[in-house]
C-alpha cells in the first residue's frame, strides 16, 4: 500500500522568508510525486510534480520541490514568501509501476505567511 | 468543457432526504475521483473509477453512499438518507492515467452539501 505522511499541519513563515512544506511518502515501486494548492475558498489545483531525471522540479507561483530518494521525501519549497502564498498544500504520490494506480493524498498542511 | 464540471455548486438537504451529486469530467479522462472535505479540513477519499475496472470503493463512509460512472464519463454520487455529519463539500476529480500521462489530477469546484 502507498501512503503519505505531511508532519505538520500547519507552518508559519514572514513574508520574504524562505518556505518549506514537508512531504514523505511510500510507496513499493518507483513513485510519481505531486503537489496541489488549494487557495481560499477556491478549488484544488495542481502545482508541480516528480515523474523521472531532475530531482529538482519547478512549478508555479515560483515554487519548487526537491526529490530525494533515500529519504523518500519530496518537501515544497520556495525562496521567498509572499502572504498570497497563504493556503492549504496537499502532496501526493503514485506507483509508477501500477499503470492505473490512484494518487494518494497527505492530510495536507496549512502554510500561512504573515506581513 | 475545458475543465471539472460539478453540479450543484451548493445543496441545502432536510436530514434524511436523500441527494445526487454529478461530475462531468474532462473530456477523455479515464479515472475519476470523489472526494470529502470539511471545511479546511483535508480530503477524505471516497471512491476511484479507472477505465473499465471495478472501481474502488473503499473510501465510502457508509452504505448510504454509492456512485456510479456512466459509459466512462459521467459520474453520479448519491447520498441516502442524509445525516448531518454528510454535510461537507464533495470534490470529484478526473485524471488521465497509463502509458505517458502522469496522473495528476484537475479538481472540479465542488458540491457543498448542508444537512439540516
Known amino acids: 500500500a502507498q501512503s503519505v505522511a505531511q508532519p505538520e499541519d500547519q507552518v508559519n513563515v514572514a513574508e520574504g522568508n524562505p518556505l518549506t512544506v514537508k512531504c514523505t511518502y511510500s510507496?513499493?515501486?518507483?513513485?510519481?510525486l505531486f503537489w496541489y494548492v488549494q487557495y481560499p475558498n477556491r478549488g484544488l489545483q495542481f502545482l508541480l510534480k516528480?515523474?523521472?531525471?531532475?530531482?529538482l522540479v519547478k512549478g508555479s507561483y515560483g515554487f519548487e520541490a526537491e526529490f530525494n530518494k533515500s529519504q523518500t521525501s519530496f518537501h515544497l519549497k520556495k525562496p521567498s514568501a509572499l502572504v498570497s502564498d497563504s493556503a492549504l498544500y496537499f502532496c501526493?504520490?503514485?506507483?509508477?509501476?501500477?499503470?492505473?494506480?490512484?494518487?494518494?493524498f497527505g492530510d495536507g498542511t496549512t502554510l500561512t505567511v504573515k506581513p | 468543457g475545458a475543465g471539472v464540471s460539478q453540479s450543484p455548486s451548493n445543496k441545502v438537504t432536510e436530514k434524511g432526504k436523500d441527494v445526487e451529486l454529478r461530475c462531468d469530467p474532462i473530456s477523455g479522462h479515464t479515472a475519476l475521483y470523489w472526494y470529502r472535505q470539511s471545511l479546511g479540513q483535508g480530503l477524505e477519499f471516497l471512491i476511484y473509477f479507472q477505465g473499465n475496472s471495478a472501481p474502488d470503493k473503499s473510501g465510502l463512509p457508509s452504505d448510504r453512499f454509492s456512485a456510479e460512472r456512466t459509459g466512462g464519463s459521467v459520474s453520479t454520487l448519491t447520498i441516502q438518507r442524509t445525516q448531518q455529519e454528510d454535510s461537507a463539500v464533495y470534490l470529484c476529480a478526473s485524471s488521465q492515467q497509463g502509458g505517458a500521462n502522469t496522473g495528476e489530477l484537475f479538481f472540479g469546484e465542488g458540491s457543498r452539501l448542508t444537512v439540516l
Open positions: 510507496v513499493s515501486g518507483n513513485p510519481y
Open positions: 516528480y515523474i523521472t531525471g531532475d530531482n
Open positions: 501526493a504520490v503514485r506507483d509508477v509501476n501500477t499503470n492505473a494506480g490512484k494518487s494518494t
